[in-house]
């Protein structure tokens, strides 16, 4: 192991260490007070370091690696198939763990101030920090892990941690009564495909007598294998990454803490899938027949989050919904053929949806809402929040020049060559389906980007609040930094050697010179579809600052603001009959199976209390019945002597 692997491995470690530390700190008293103060500043001081010393690591491998770098030890091999631990690192694991360490640092600092105990707060708050900041620390060991496991078990393993993780922060506030069913909501939805996930590790390990990624790359699998691993790949992929139709867990774990909402959605589990299918892309790009679901999974995920994003209240509800189409940009740009498009997306989005959710959470606190209908007018009292939410927004609906614009336009531009060209792996159908899909998605894009930003920073106050204002330093300084990579990152595209970073796999070899950023005609359509979408959104609202810009929507409001209905599509499909089927199992084994022994145990009862009668019956009974027995057996005996 080398100074580089060293890296990698030391890179999940930090915050693994700093979570099971956080984890054993004593309880702290439930009261405010000393003891409480001192649990917390134990909490956050391990919490702090371990996500910052995750970024020291990540950044110093970004800068020495130079070549794809693989490290592994036996493990073990259950029935001759190899399990290694070890790391296997390349340009996309460097800057991904980067993204993924940096938005962990900007969490846990900014969680200091959004979860300190206010005037109006339980005495609860302190006491259930420290946890708090320990299950952050292993959410960020367990992404981190994914991304530098050189095994197929090891990846598993940070997969599983993450929703166990994410099961545990969703429902971190047990005051709000949705909280734990969200939770538990994410945990089922998300196992589904991760079922789906474990068959298709198994049937690669398997066929490749190896569980090692570059065994299993460098293996010629059978292709009814490969297809069929693939295809069970990608329901992990559906859950973790909230694609359709495994995307409503999303939405609803909103109910979790602000900060939480902004490591899900911008650095680790919606992210895992999409890292998981280029780490085993050389895989799926020999299966067309996988990258073709992948494609209609991506296009129909993209169109419905983003319709679904047009019609809500709620601040981070919209900004849910607008991961979920986000996403679809990535894996439509995997289903096309291009990794670089899709992790160059999936950078960006990390930063822009970071400075989002944290920048929402700062109007959350000074507001005590997270509902647009009550907001308005704060840009003049939230400066600072104002033009950050202005920034992210802009990358989010494609402005250029900021990030989104750029890494939005590379997608596009894959998809277009797929769909003109024939370029790619996949069926050309599938080109035309996700470019078309992008193109649409821009402009929806744009107009809840637009709609966002009027209905809660411009007009007036709809329900006066109590003095709003920016938040404090704590809080306000991850926002702020984090809007520097938001608007400049996009930049990075036209960098030859960031470029080669991503395309630099050990499978790919040595690429040449390509950038991930192309200026032609083809940006006019997308800057077209942006002005129209912002445009009609502030055009309706000029109409009536007061009015929703959501009325326009008409009959379709109700359906996009339900999300197609979805969710109760899935409720009478899956979640009824399965209750039925546990209702019907419950009474089959009560009455049937529990029936069957309690009436044997019954009927022994029975019958023991029978002989316990018959012994405690009384004395004269008893003699007379002795001596009958004695007189049939005396007549016996002289019968058989007669006959004798």
Not at 24 to 47: E, F, Q, S
Not at 329 to 358: Q, R
Request: glycine residues 10%.
């Amino acid at each position: 192991m080398n100074t580089t692997t060293l890296l990698g491995a030391l890179l999940p470690a930090v915050p693994l260490v700093a979570g099971l530390l956080g984890l054993l700190l004593p309880p702290a008293p439930r009261v405010a007070g000393t003891g409480a103060d001192r649990a917390r500043r134990v909490a956050v001081t391990l919490g702090v370091a371990g996500a910052a010393g995750a970024l020291a690591l990540a950044v110093a491998l970004l800068v020495t690696l130079d070549r794809p770098a693989e490290a592994s030890t036996t493990w073990v091999e259950p029935g001759g198939l190899t399990v290694s631990l070890g790391v296997r690192l390349d340009g996309a694991a460097a800057l991904v763990a980067v993204a993924v360490a940096a938005v962990a640092l900007a969490v846990q600092v900014y969680s200091v101030g959004y979860l300190r105990r206010g005037p109006h707060d339980d005495v609860d708050t302190d006491h259930r920090y420290p946890p708090y900041a320990a299950q952050i620390s292993l959410f960020t060991a367990a992404m981190l892990l994914v991304v530098v496991a050189g095994d197929l078990i090891l990846l598993l393993v940070g997969w599983e941690v993450m929703g166990i993780c994410s099961y545990l922060l969703i429902a971190h506030d047990r005051r709000l009564p949705e909280a734990p069913a969200a939770a538990m909501k994410a945990f089922l939805v998300t196992r589904v495909g991760d079922v789906g996930f474990l068959l298709g590790i198994a049937l690669l390990g398997v066929s490749a007598g190896s569980f090692r990624i570059a065994d299993v790359l460098a293996h010629d699998h059978a292709t009814g294998t490969l297809t069929a691993a693939c295809l069970l790949l990608l329901a992990g992929v559906a859950g973790k990454s909230a694609q359709f139709p495994l995307h409503t867990w999303l939405p609803d774990a909103m109910a979790g803490p602000t900060p939480i909402s902004a490591l899900i959605h911008a650095a680790t589990m919606v992210a895992a899938g999409v890292y998981a299918v280029t780490r085993l892309y050389p895989l799926f790009e020999v299966t067309p027949t996988a990258l073709a679901v992948l494609g209609v999974m991506a296009s129909v995920t993209l169109l419905l989050g983003a319709f679904a994003a047009t019609a809500q209240d709620d601040l981070k509800r919209v900004l849910a919904w607008s991961t979920v189409s986000q996403i679809g940009y990535m894996t439509g740009a995997l289903a096309v053929g291009s990794p670089p498009a899709a992790l160059f997306h999936l950078l960006t989005h990390a930063a822009f949806k970071a400075l989002l959710f944290l920048a929402a959470g700062a109007v959350i606190h000074a507001v005590g809402t997270t509902l647009m209908s009550r907001m308005g007018g704060l840009r003049r009292s939230m400066p600072v929040t104002f033009w950050c939410t202005v920034v992210g927004l802009g990358a989010l609906a494609g402005v250029p020049p900021l990030s989104g614009f750029w890494s939005k336009e590379g997608v596009l531009t894959v998809a277009g060559d797929a769909a003109l060209h024939g370029t790619g792996p996949a069926p050309s159908w599938v080109g035309w389906l996700v470019w078309l899909a992008g193109l649409v998605g821009v402009a929806v894009t744009a107009w809840y980007a637009t709609r966002l930003l009027l209905r809660s920073f411009f007009g007036e106050t709809r329900i006066p609040l109590a003095h709003p204002h920016d938040p404090p330093a704590v809080m306000r300084w991850p926002v702020l930094l984090l809007a520097v990579p938001a608007a400049l990152l996009g930049l990075a595209g036209f960098d030859w050697a960031f470029a080669r970073r991503l395309l630099l796999t050990p499978t790919a070899g040595e690429p040449g010179e390509r950038l991930l950023v192309h200026v032609g005609p083809g940006l006019l359509l997308p800057l077209a579809l942006l002005a129209v979408g912002a445009g009609l959104a502030w055009l309706r609202w000029r109409r009536d600052p007061a009015a929703d810009p959501a009325t326009a929507l008409g009959p379709l409001r109700p359906v996009f603001a339900a999300a197609f209905r979805l969710d109760d599509l899935q409720r009478a499909l899956v979640v009824r009959p399965t209750k039925a089927l546990a209702r019907a199992t419950r009474t089959a084994d009560e009455v049937v199976v529990d029936g069957a022994v309690e009436g044997s145990g019954r009927a022994a009862l029975g019958l023991g209390g029978g002989l316990a009668a018959l012994h405690r019956a009384p004395l004269p009974r008893a003699a007379v019945g002795v001596l009958a027995g004695a007189l049939l057996i005396g007549l016996a005996a002289v019968l058989i002597g007669g006959a004798a």
